[in-house]
């Protein structure tokens, strides 16, 4: 058995390792993979269009000098010849080229290459702050050049670089409003580029990065591991202990919370099991102990009667009925103590009144004091009933009373108070007896304890005090002593709960 449990442990922790492994490359593949759709679905910078489309423009300026020609500007032949020159332009540059007029009310479209716009057709531009400076060297004198972007009815956005061609000889700025406008599609960054990108740029670092995290979090995983591997390795092996009889294993409280409260709670066990183990060790020698003693009393009189060494047999006799009855009340006394605890012994739930049980306990006894010259007497006050099963409480009180008379020297006084206390009902038996000494004060509910144990045949069975108390808790109340010591007298007191609606005990 013990042998494999080394192996669960480890087995526990290459679980965990993994699982902390996995977690980890989980968590960094959703990284990548995350990292790799934003970086893919990002548009391309404009710049490298921009600047593609503003060295296109040289040509251009051939294209304007021709629509410049001093004849009527709207003359359809000329008109023919721009556009043709214009669509030749963008056929062999492979560009979209289109003429744009902009007017008071407005941009039109004069010509579009790709023939969606016709002429006359409004056009929505939008410009950027770009401004190439190539292009600006060689433009004439009072040209302008403007980049942007504009959308096609189709939804496609499109870059474009325009120029407007100043000329040197006019008075006017410009010769005439004729914008000239090459565009291309906008880029997206394609798959390759983000695989390029990615694989240049990011992954080298990333993958170095990665493993610094992996070796970190090895040695994290492994160190966390232990800790959780260790303290339930350490318990597995002493369950294995406490399975094999031996009870007085405490294991060292550490690792995770939870595994702590394991740890405490399986301390809390084997200790209890050991106060249990040593319980019915002690109960079982006080038990062969408390028979042997009237049996051998018995075997060495009854001895005597058969060798006719008696002196006086009666007499012999009686000592053996009286041991005789002693172990007889003793069996009665332990059945009765070992089904309390079990909780097999039925109470019934009457409603009861304390004043009046122990003022009938008290009269029954009266004789018994009487006998011994002792002042036995009983006061009450009216107290809140109680729920309880009278036979079992009058039983205690008997105990009780009976004790202070056995423990009272005749002459002395034993006094019975019943009265309310503490939302319930306090029963005192107090004597001016042989009182107990402080050490055997908390002994004395104890099955078998008995303060003075050489006290002949009318001692008692020691069994009196522990049923009692099992009596009274099971009525959900306590039983507690006071003495001040030896020849000072005892007070022994009993409180039950008060009567409450629906708290019946069953
Ligand atoms: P027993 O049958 O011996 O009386 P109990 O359980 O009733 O057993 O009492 C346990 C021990 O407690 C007694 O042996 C006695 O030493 C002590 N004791 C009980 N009541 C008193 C008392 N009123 N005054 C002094 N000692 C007492």
């Known amino acids: 058995m013990s042998r494999r449990l ?275 060790r002690d109960f079982l020698g006080n038990v062969s102990h408390d028979l042997k003693t009237p049996l051998t009393s018995i075997q060495g009189y009854a001895q005597a009667i058969m060798d006719g060494a008696a002196d006086q047999p009666a007499e012999a006799a009686r000592i053996i009925f009286e041991e005789a009855s002693r172990l007889n009340r003793m069996v009665v006394e332990l059945t009765d103590l070992e089904r309390l605890q079990a909780g097999k012994l039925s109470m019934k739930s009457d409603t009861l009144r304390m004043e009046r049980l122990s003022e009938a306990v008290v009269q029954r006894l009266a004789v018994v004091a009487e006998q011994k010259d002792i002042a036995l007497d009983a006061s009450a006050a009216p107290t809140p009933a109680v729920i309880g099963d009278g036979d079992r409480l009058a039983q205690v009180l008997v105990n009780l009373i009976s004790n202070a008379l056995k423990y009272t020297p005749p002459g002395g006084a034993v006094h019975v108070a019943t009265e309310a206390a503490d939302d319930g009902v306090s029963v005192s038996i107090r004597d001016n007896g042989i009182g107990i000494a402080r050490d055997d004060l908390a002994r004395v509910f104890e099955r078998f304890y008995q303060v003075d144990k050489a006290r002949g045949p009318q001692r008692g069975t020691g069994l009196g005090l522990a049923i009692a108390r099992e009596i009274v808790e099971a009525h959900g109340g306590r039983i507690t002593v006071e003495s001040r010591g030896r020849g000072q007298g005892a007070v022994f007191r009993v409180w039950l709960p008060r009567a409450r609606v629906g708290a019946y005990r069953r």
């Open 6 to 280: 080394p192996r669960v442990a480890f087995n526990l922790r290459l679980r965990l390792l993994t699982s902390y492994l996995l977690m980890l490359t989980v968590t960094l593949g959703v990284i990548a993979l995350a990292l790799f759709v934003l970086i893919g679905n990002r548009a391309a910078p404009p710049e490298p269009t921009f600047a593609r489309l503003a060295a296109l423009t040289q040509g251009l300026n051939y294209i304007d000098f021709v629509a410049d020609i001093p004849v009527d500007r709207d003359s359809p032949f000329l008109q023919e010849r721009v556009h043709e020159l214009l669509e030749v332009f963008a056929r062999t540059r492979n560009v979209r080229a289109m003429q744009i007029r902009v007017t008071a009310d407005g941009t039109r479209v004069v010509y579009d290459s790709s023939g969606t716009y016709s002429a006359g057709d409004a056009l929505q531009l939008q410009r950027d702050s770009y401004k190439n400076r190539q292009l600006a060297k060689v433009l004439s004198r009072g040209s302008e050049q403007i980049f942007g972007r504009f959308r096609d009815p189709g939804g496609g956005e499109w870059l474009y670089c325009g120029v407007m061609f100043g000329r040197p000889g006019h008075l006017d700025r410009h010769a005439h409003d004729d914008l000239w406008l090459l565009a291309e599609p906008s880029p997206k960054v394609s798959l390759q580029e983000t695989l390029a990108v990615f694989g240049n740029a990011l992954a080298p670092p990333l993958l170095q990065a990665g493993v610094v995290g992996i070796l970190f979090a090895l040695l994290l995983a492994a160190l966390i591991s232990r800790t959780i591997a260790q303290p339930l390795q350490r318990l597995a092996g002493a369950a294995t202990d406490v399975a094999g009889g031996d009870y007085a294993v405490i294991v060292p409280v550490s690792g995770p919370a939870e595994v702590r409260t394991l740890a405490e709670s399986f301390n809390r066990m084997t200790t209890e099991v050991l106060a249990a183990n040593t319980a019915q």
